[in-house]
């Protein structure tokens, strides 16, 4: 799994797209950033402390605007490749 731009979201085929937030449970922002995250057809994933989300055509540009307004990271991994909590540390603690 690697961490990408969403400029390179267009070019991905075949793979699994991740995205973590800063935990920061007293801005408004994040709380926003989740329930974008949701309406887009995210999944929270607990046991990872990460978000499973949708790419398509119509979700391209909202995580676009999404990674710049907020603390959202995008990730990216192979199908059949092993997700744990550790690969998103970085993005998470506090939580």
Do not use: C
């Not at 926003?32 to 978000?51: M, S």
């Not at 398509?56 to 676009?64: A, F, G, N, Q």
């Amino acid at each position: 799994m690697h961490e990408i731009h969403p400029h390179d979201l267009h070019t991905l085929i075949d793979v699994r797209l991740w995205g973590a937030l800063t935990y920061e449970p007293t801005q408004a922002r994040f709380h926003a950033a989740r329930k974008a995250l949701r309406r887009l057809g995210g999944i929270y994933r607990h046991e990872v402390r990460a978000w499973s989300l949708p790419l398509t055509d119509d979700s391209i540009e909202p995580l676009t605007r999404l990674y710049y307004r907020t603390t959202l990271a995008l990730f990216v991994a192979d199908a059949g490749e092993p997700i744990t909590a550790a690969m998103f540390d970085r993005y998470t603690k506090g939580s």
